[in-house]
Structure formats: C-alpha cells, structure tokens
C-alpha cells in the first residue's frame, strides 16, 4: 500500500530466488541446461560428486550448494527429471519456451547477485544517524497516535460503513459488529502506533499522518478504514529507535536499488513495444 511495498517485494524475491533458479532448471530437462549447469560449477567439470542421475542427466553437490536447495533436493529432482525426459520422449518440448526459460533463469540469477550486493553495500545505521532522522520527521517518530481499525471483506461494505461512521455512528461498536481484523472483539483497538510504524506496515503516508477518521484504503487483505482518536509524544523511545532504525535503513537500500536501476537504464536501450 505504501512507499515500502517495493522494497518487500525485491527483497522477498531475493530470498527465494535461488529456489526459483533451481526449479527452472530442473523442469527443462535440456541438455543444454545440463551443459550450461556444468560450465558454472567448477572448470572442466571433473573431479565433481554426483548425487543422483536419470539418464544421461547428473545433478551435482555442487549444483545444491549453488542454490542453497533443502533437504527434499534430491527426491525433487529425480521426479522432475523424470518428467523432463517424459515429456522429452513425447516430442512435448517447445524450442522457443525452452530458450526463455533458460534466459530467464539466467537473467533471475544475476538480478538476485546485484540486489545481495547492493544489500551488503548498505550499511545500518548508527543510533545518532537515527536520532536525526527522529527528529527531522517528528510527526512520524516523536509522536504517537491512538489507533482504531475496521476491515471490511470488499468495497460496497467499507463504504457504507464509512458514510454509517461520517454520520456520527459508534466506531468501536461498528468495529466489534462488523471488522474482520483481530482486534474486532476490542473494537478495533491499535493501541498508540507512531506514524513511522504505520509506514513500515505498508500503510500510505496519510495514514501515518492521520487525525480523525480516514478514508477507505484498499490492501490485499480488505478495505480498511481507520480513526486517531488521541495523539501524544512517544513514551517508548526505544521501541520507535528501532523502526526508525528500521525506516532508515529500508529508504537507504531502495535508494540504492533505484540507483543502480536507473544508471544501467541510462546506459542502455529501454524500449517498450506494444
């Protein structure tokens, strides 16, 4: 929902995508995947242990070690394989396919090598440079806010309850009878959440920035709508130090994700085609 929801995206694509390039390989079954496996292990391919084998086709140690596979690796593979040379034999394979996947594979792998480099690059920040940035965003780290949710299953209900809640109606009350959140039962009670909190949750800076009622957010789990019934200076500075640790530390490394992005487009052709 909020600025931060990239950022999770890319990083949640980092975590998995050795994962990814394992099954991409495994489920093409080309020997032209196998040869290309080989040259990126070690030189020569000789001296390497095999795991297990169908057919012509090996899988490495070293292959598993690349892609940090769990323990199930081996079985997957065998299976997966076994399919490949099925659908091999059954003249299934479509050349063009199998190229993207290759080039696909390839391209996940080295995206992955450039985000792990620019996330070891960033270094966290220090309890002074968080302490600045504390105080040059004090309506998002030096104060603290009464929260109260309702989420709604889709659009029609959110907004009549919005327009229900505009006219003056109860919003715990319409909590406890109406959200799905799990502070329902307590009328939608947030406790007090700064701003920058907020923010770290995805939520859009006008919520963070919110007094009174809001409108209807959207989010991949309902339609939200929230109220701030109270604010007042932090009383947990500790607490906040580390999401603002934590703030800081996410807009340094998109900062340096957008960076490297836009350097490399600028050096070379980008070109939508429709």
């Given at each position: 929902?909020?600025?931060?929801?990239?950022?999770?995206?890319?990083?949640?694509?980092?975590?998995?995508?050795?994962?990814?390039?394992?099954?991409?390989?495994?489920?093409?079954?080309s020997s032209e995947i196998e040869?290309?496996?080989d040259?990126?292990?070690?030189?020569?391919?000789?001296?390497?242990?095999?795991?297990?084998?169908?057919?012509?086709?090996?899988?490495?140690?070293s292959d598993i070690a690349f892609v940090r596979a769990g323990d199930n690796a081996v079985d997957s593979w065998i299976q997966d394989q076994l399919f490949a040379c099925a659908?091999?034999?059954?003249?299934?394979?479509?050349?063009?396919?199998?190229?993207f996947v290759q080039e696909r594979a390839k391209q996940l792998y080295l995206r992955d090598l450039m985000i792990e480099h620019v996330i070891s690059?960033?270094?966290?920040?220090?309890?002074?440079?968080?302490?600045v940035y504390m105080n040059s965003h004090p309506d998002l780290f030096l104060l603290e806010k009464h929260y109260y949710q309702i989420i709604a299953a889709d659009s029609t209900i959110a907004d009549s309850l919005h327009t229900r809640l505009g006219w003056g109606q109860n919003f715990q009350v319409t909590a406890q009878n109406?959200?799905?959140?799990?502070?329902?039962?307590?009328?939608?009670?947030m406790d007090f959440i700064t701003g920058g909190e907020m923010l770290l949750q995805g939520l859009p800076m006008e919520i963070a920035l919110l007094d009174?009622?809001?409108?209807?957010?959207?989010?991949?789990?309902?339609?939200?709508?929230?109220?701030?019934?109270?604010?007042?200076e932090i009383t947990d500075t500790l607490r906040v130090m580390r999401s603002a640790s934590e703030g800081l530390y996410n807009s340094r490394l998109?900062?340096?994700?957008?960076?490297?992005?836009?350097?490399t487009e600028n050096r070379l052709a980008v070109e939508v085609v429709h």
């Open positions: 929902m909020g600025k931060s929801t990239p950022l999770i995206l890319w990083l949640l694509t980092a975590v998995v995508a050795g994962a990814t390039l394992f099954v991409l390989l495994s489920h093409t079954g040869s290309i496996s040259e990126a292990s070690v030189p020569g391919g000789t001296g390497r242990e095999i795991l297990a084998s169908v057919g012509p086709h090996n899988l490495y140690a659908a091999e034999e059954a003249d299934l394979e479509n050349s063009a396919v199998s190229k690059s960033v270094s966290a920040p220090t309890d002074a440079e968080v302490l109406f959200s799905l959140g799990q502070k329902a039962a307590i009328g939608g009670d009174g009622l809001s409108e209807v957010v959207p989010s991949s789990i309902g339609w939200h709508i929230f109220k701030v019934s109270e604010t007042r998109e900062a340096a994700l957008d960076s490297v992005l836009t350097m």
